[in-house]
């Protein structure tokens, strides 16, 4: 994506010319991702192996509109900061759009799209943000093994990338190619 910060974070975003990335980026990155078209037996036969294979037994549903979330501005606002978890981020997408930001390897924001049939898994440690697009809804499934953690721990952290999760997520996908808080 563009480094515009002048601009709604809505937006696209999309860098002039545009600069594709490709699945195989992503995977690198250790981002998993599936079709998972809702509500069709196809769908929720593929999802079930999905949670099954991977141990996602908690699931809920959240619809992220204005007239739908408590706090909508405050929640927005902090999706929109970059942060990492100490677990996967699992979403699945049930209608609407939105936007996942991630860093590469250099630092560098990529911007995601999610929209309806989109099953995406950001890994533990990845440092990472979310905003609705234009159209200003979302609803999706958060998946999670066991006992949902939401905490967010925002950019820079403590412990930078001493932090357990981080050191892990470098280690495994980054090689220590980045540079610290
Ligand atoms: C997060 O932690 O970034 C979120 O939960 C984003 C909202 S889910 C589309
Ligand atoms: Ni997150």
């Known amino acids: 994506m563009d480094n515009d910060d002048a601009t709604d974070q809505r937006e696209p975003h999309q860098r002039a010319p545009p600069a594709p990335v490709a699945p195989a980026t992503l995977a690198a990155l250790g981002i998993l991702a599936w ?10 036969a593929r999802l079930a192996a999905i949670r099954a294979a991977r141990g996602y037994s908690y699931q809920d549903t959240v619809e992220i509109s204005r007239a ?16 990492v978890h100490t677990d996967e981020e699992i979403r699945y997408v049930l209608s609407g759009s939105g936007y996942f930001d991630v860093r590469d390897g250099g630092d560098a924001w990529i911007r995601i799209l999610v929209k309806e049939g989109d099953l995406i898994v950001l ?56 540079k610290a808080t």
Do not use: C, M
Not at 68 to 83: C, N, P, Q, V
């Open 35 to 44: 079709k998972v078209p809702p509500a069709t037996p196809a769908g929720d």
């Open 68 to 83: 739908t979330l408590a706090g909508y501005d405050a929640k927005l606002k902090a999706f929109y900061e970059e942060h």
């Open 123 to 178: 890994p533990e440690g990845i440092y990472h943000r979310f905003t609705l697009d234009t159209s200003n809804y979302v609803k999706v499934n958060r998946l999670f093994v066991g006992e949902p953690v939401w905490t967010a721990h925002n950019r820079p952290q403590e412990e930078g990338e001493a932090a357990p999760s981080r050191a892990r997520y470098v280690e495994s996908f980054l090689q220590g190619g980045v």
